[in-house]
């Protein structure tokens, strides 16, 4: 599939975006009260849209991140997930935030909720992702928190590519037809 930037739709705004990340923000400074959380951003994907979470919770926050894939240059995922980088500091008795791009098979999701629970005893465990596509998933898995529905589409822009490109689009797209 090809795809140029006259060929794409708006699906969701930079303003509705950002609406959005206040509303998840506000319902996790509720949920959190002040304490610190460890935000673990999936890259490449997830960091546009963690920086902009992360910038509105009122507690203290770290951040690390790790590197997943399983699409490669394509727009359908290869259905295994590659752990480029997963390093991660010791998160036992830690209030842990998973910060994800988007869940569509819900393998990646998966594979991150079972090593957060096989190598570490958390406080705290939430799983935060931007898009959730439910028509495409293959495994139970459903964040805690998400930001939008999105149905069968490839989406590109806020951090969601296409072979490495259209990542720095300041809302979300897809191509028509």
Known sequence: MEINFEDLKVLYSEEQLQTRIKELAKEM???YKGEEVIA???????VLFASDLVRELDMPVKMEFIRLSSYG????????VNAVDIKLPDLNGKNVLIIEDIVDTGL????????????????TFKFCSLLDKKITRKVDVKPDYYGFDVDDKFVVGYGLDYDGYYRNLKYIAYKEG
Do not use: E, P, Q, R
């Open 29 to 31: 400074n509720g949920f």
């Open 73 to 80: 240059s394509s727009t359908t995922t290869s259905g295994k």
């Open 108 to 123: 990646t999701a998966k594979f991150l909720i079972d090593f957060i629970h096989m190598n570490f005893h958390v406080k």
């Open 40 to 46: 673990v951003c999936a890259l490449k994907g997830a």
